[in-house]
């Protein structure tokens, strides 16, 4: 999943106009609705967004949030026990069927053009606000969702920011499978890494297990099994130094050792940043975006769900009702405030 998409070509068929203030269709990289963040919120709200045929594109790093932290999940109505990648994997599956697209990065900045200040009626051919990425592209959006939540941490050294998307993973679920019979590094820390290199023993030739510390970490059942996997090799006191490669991961070189590789899987933990939305929403001193009842920020056009919110409860079924809420709530916005119908009068 995390393999850089053009927009240009793999974009969703484009939907019919919402409404007349937006009587022509989005460019390749012009979209309906930007929602920022792929776990519960933002996959749901994107489910939502693509289902009422807007064009939806969904931009982070990873896939699955916090949920993919979790190991067995036994709250989750009208689902038997199950592990929170599995879960995210089954929304991820979900939006994208929908006709939602997926692009590998982080936004660095929102930018609200004239466009966009608090007029009901903008014009049709300008998208309100554009999304500058870190990779240097950008998007365009009539509504933006943000639903963040907590970021995957990077491990700050040169040639990683690059090579986002291009072999450089924090999602094992969504792009596991593109290693089959390859070889992979996971750099990390405690039993989100130990779990990520074991199942990636699953699909890759070999899997290099790297650490910082002293010796690895995690909970006693998982170095039970990683002891007895024969293709995982583990690195302790491991500094990076750099990532080799042009337009793909070549190798992950360390203070001690270049070590070959085709990916590199991260499992280092994630921060809250929201740095992104200076100057857009207003947040709480805690930097939890302000929302109403209804997702709506105090910027108009812009709604946020999921852990990135003042919402208390930071749980994925919750995550995922607020992301539900956050899509009607922009449909409902980019087609002139009508009212959302419900399931059961489809």
């Not at 039970?224 to 990076?240: G, H, M, V």
């Amino acid at each position: 999943m995390a393999q850089q998409v053009d927009t240009s070509d793999q974009s969703p068929p484009t939907p019919s106009p919402p409404n007349a203030n937006h009587s022509e269709d989005p460019t390749p990289d012009s979209f309906h609705v930007a929602i920022i963040g792929a776990g519960a919120a933002g996959l749901t709200a994107a489910m939502y967004t693509a289902r009422k045929q807007l064009k939806t594109c969904v931009v982070s790093m990873d896939c699955g949030g916090q949920t993919n932290m979790a190991g067995i999940i036994e709250n989750y109505p009208g689902t038997r026990p199950t592990s929170g990648t599995e879960l995210m994997q089954r929304f991820y599956e979900q939006a994208i069927g929908f006709g939602a697209s997926h692009l590998a990065g982080q936004v660095q900045r929102i930018e609200k053009t004239d466009n966009a200040a608090d007029q009901q009626e903008p014009q049709a051919n300008t998208p309100p606000f554009i999304l500058h990425l870190a990779d240097g592209k950008h998007i365009e959006a009539r509504a933006v969702i943000i639903a963040s939540g907590r970021v995957p941490k990077l491990m700050g050294i040169p040639g990683e920011q690059a090579l986002i998307g291009r072999g450089i993973s924090t999602c094992v679920t969504c792009d596991a499978p593109l290693y089959r019979n390859k070889t992979v590094a996971v750099f990390g820390a405690g039993s989100s890494a130990v779990s990520a290199a074991l199942e990636l023993a699953g699909i890759a030739k070999q899997v290099h297990l790297i650490v910082k510390t002293p010796k690895v970490v995690a909970k006693q059942e998982l170095l039970d099994r990683l002891a007895q996997i024969k293709n995982i090799t583990t690195t302790t006191d491991a500094i990076p130094l750099r990532v080799d490669g042009d337009v793909a991961v070549k190798a992950l070189v360390l203070e001690s050792a270049c070590i070959p590789v085709d990916g590199i899987f991260l499992q280092l933990g994630h921060i809250v940043d929201v740095q992104f939305i200076q100057g857009l929403c207003k947040t709480t001193d805690k930097e939890e975006i302000i929302v109403d009842d209804r997702c709506a920020t105090s910027c108009q056009g812009v709604f946020a769900c999921g852990d990135v919110t003042t919402c208390p409860f930071k749980q994925t079924i919750i995550s995922a009702g607020e992301g539900a809420k956050a899509g009607l709530e922009a449909h409902r916005f980019l087609t002139g405030g009508k009212g959302v119908s419900i399931d059961w009068d489809h």
